[in-house]
T-cell receptor, first 111, second 115 residues
Framework: DAKTTQPPSMDCAEGRAANLPCNHS???????VYWYRQIHSQGPQYIIH???NNETNEMASLIITEDRKSSTLILPHATLRDTAVYYC????????????FGAGTRLTVKP | ETGVTQTPRHLVMGMTNKKSLKCEQH?????MYWYKQSAKKPLELMFV???????ENNSVPSRFSPECPNSSHLFLHLHTLQPEDSALYLC??????????????FGEGSWLTVV
């Protein structure tokens, strides 16, 4: 079963920051938060992951609350090409059998 | 280009046919996965292989038969499928489970239609 809760859909204006929330209240100490996205008809694309510190890469920033029960993925300047389904996944780093996806958030970036 | 290549990209097969999906990863990974994505449903984990050994079978019907001859190649053999098996089948790979940064990378998928 998925261990995360995400809103089913969100809209964002082009050029603005997109903030996608995820609740993972049952996360355990050895579990990481991963984010992927899936653009229509393509395979999921890795975005970012983190344990407890905030992380940033060329695609996005990941903000994890101090109690680790929720996180936010931030796309700083959303473009139309960022329209996709975004998945938040919680898994133990060393457990390959636990990479399970939920329904995700469908982000629509509008002009 | 993610380093995970799936062929064919599209496949149409009859219910009595036997066909195979192929996946190859060029990332030096040791774990490979099959996922199924039906229309308007979340991705479903089907099989996991770690170092060529199957470590997960998520209650998949026997008409789907995986094969992992080495850490770089993964097959999904298909036999007497049903129309409801029509879906996008995704292959993925990741590093040694004991390594840090064990990110999973996906291929572009194989669209399967069973007629």
């Amino acid at each position: 079963d998925a261990k995360t809760t995400q809103p089913p859909s969100m809209d964002c204006a082009e050029g603005r920051a997109a903030n996608l929330p995820c609740n993972h209240s049952t996360i355990s100490g050895n579990e990481y938060v991963y984010w992927y996205r899936q653009i229509h008809s393509q395979g999921p694309q890795y975005i970012i992951h983190g344990l407890k510190n905030n992380e940033t890469n060329e695609m996005a920033s990941l903000i994890i609350t101090e109690d680790r029960k929720s996180s936010t993925l931030i796309l700083p300047h959303a473009t139309l090409r960022d329209t996709a389904v975004y998945y938040c996944i919680v898994r133990a780093l060393y457990n390959n059998n636990d990479m399970r996806f939920g329904a995700g958030t469908r982000l629509t970036v509008k002009p | 280009e993610t380093g995970v290549t799936q062929t064919p990209r599209h496949l149409v097969m009859g219910m009595t046919n036997k066909k195979s999906l192929k996946c190859e990863q060029h990332l030096g990974h040791n774990a490979m996965y099959w996922y199924k994505q039906s229309a308007k449903k979340p991705l479903e984990l089907m099989f996991v292989y770690n170092f060529k050994e199957q470590t997960e079978n998520n209650s998949v019907p026997s008409r789907f038969s995986p094969e992992c001859p080495n850490s770089s190649h993964l097959f999904l053999h298909l036999h007497t499928l049903q129309p409801e098996d029509s879906a996008l089948y995704l292959c993925a790979s990741s590093q040694d489970p004991s390594a840090t940064g064990n990110t999973i990378y996906f291929g572009e998928g194989s669209w399967l239609t069973v007629v």
